[in-house]
């Protein structure tokens, strides 16, 4: 019973305590309570039914009308929703309001995370739940590259490698012109990412970390507390807003032509964890979810613009070519 109280009265208050309005003239609160049981099946409380009669009987006995209230008032948002809320109110805006001065933006009204506050509340979360990470020096990774019949370009690592900067076009994680390093950390997941079906040639590139790179993790976030766990109520919501997020940044986007404004809060964001979320000990990457094949993990590398060479820590230690005619070829070198 104390952990299930834990729970409702976390999501829940009776409407006096939570400072409903109370419309006389009307003769009741201004916005109409819930009862107990259905209190309980939002939650959802899921037991044998007739110990959740007991249960439900136990609570009425008190009080028996419910609001949903965050923090104790019924006006206030769940830090996973004011998280949530914020993150789309925060790509809307630098898509189709304001994109470079969104610091800038004067608050509105309802607002409980303004754009300009949003990344600094993401980096926080990040901390709070220790998404920071490394990816042993000697790991392989790899990248894929279309290669047509009438290509000529030599298979080495400048081909097979990230983009000169003048040719780097608007991806997921990098703005035009900032060319980014994508490797996947399975070599089917680099297939994956580039493959749209036979018949098709391919050179994929087998590359090696030469050092320790410490990243941003979104792959192996922490297992979700119950919701019946009342002492880590907080980290759920910060995971089940994490969760959201991760599914908004790695969800496939329709090649268009419209990709470079889908791209924009993305790109925004892995800017900041490139230059501004840790200036002492800045991150070499992010680890994402493949868009393409469910489990596929990807890792971005940023560039190092205190170096000549951008990418100094990765070495490209062999290249396999290989033509697809069908897709039986295609999964015959998926099992191989």
Known sequence: MPSIMGALTHYFAEPAGAGVPYESAEGGYAIEPTDTQDALLSLPLECND????????????????????????????????????????????????????FSAAPPEYGQDIEPSRLLPELGSVVSELKLISNVPSGSDLFRARIRSSSDTW????????????????AGRMNPPGISYLYLALEYETA????????????????????????????????????????ENLRLRELLIFLSAFVDAISSPVEKDGGEHIEYVPSQIVCEYFASVFDLERPLDGILYPSAVRPGGRNLVLFPNFSNREPFPHIALQGVEELNVETWADLLTIMKN
Do not use: M, T
């Not at 949903?68 to 019924?74: L, P």
């Not at 030599?154 to 076009?169: E, H, I, S, W």
């Open 50 to 101: 007739e110990l959740f009669e007991e249960v439900a009987d136990a609570i009425s006995s008190q009080n028996d009308a419910w609001v949903e209230a965050a923090d104790g008032h019924w006006a206030s948002e769940q830090k996973n929703l004011e998280l949530i809320h914020g993150w789309k109110r925060f790509a809307h805006h630098v898509k189709h309001r304001q994109r470079y001065f």
């Open 154 to 169: 030599p298979l080495d690592a400048d081909n097979l490698g990230a983009p000169p900067p003048k040719k780097a076009a």
């Open 191 to 230: 297939l994956s990412e580039v493959f749209h079906g036979p018949p098709c040639s391919l050179a994929i590139g087998n590359f090696e970390l030469q050092r320790q790179v410490r990243v941003l993790n979104l792959i192996d976030l922490p297992p979700r507390p119950s919701i019946y766990d009342h």
